[in-house]
């Protein structure tokens, strides 16, 4: 068996290595851009969903209630419309409209 990735424990969560500047570096980033509007991000813990944000960290990226996602975080909401912002169409984060021009 071999792990590629090596696990550390951060605020007594096992993580990535690495992940911890992730999510350093993702409470800078406090703004997203939805149909050209700059909006604030949603924090953890302030989605319309109870993800769990009073009992847990992030299932999916470890983040503690009151901070931002790490970016491509499942459970972060579109500040636009309320979606998975993941995966949603209001940012232009990734251009799967390419294909057909
Ligand atoms: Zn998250
Ligand atoms: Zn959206």
Known sequence: ???QNTKIIYRGISM???WPEKIKASQD???CI???QQ???IRYGNELDDWGADRQPCHDCG???GEFHVEGCDVERCPGCDGQRFNCDCEPCED???DEA
């Open 39 to 41: 909006v604030s991000r």
């Open 16 to 18: 990535i290595e690495g």
């Open 29 to 31: 980033i406090q703004t």
């Open 34 to 36: 939805v149909n050209d």
């Open 63 to 65: 983040v503690i209630k």
């Open 96 to 98: 799967d409209d390419t």
């Open 1 to 3: 068996m071999t792990d």
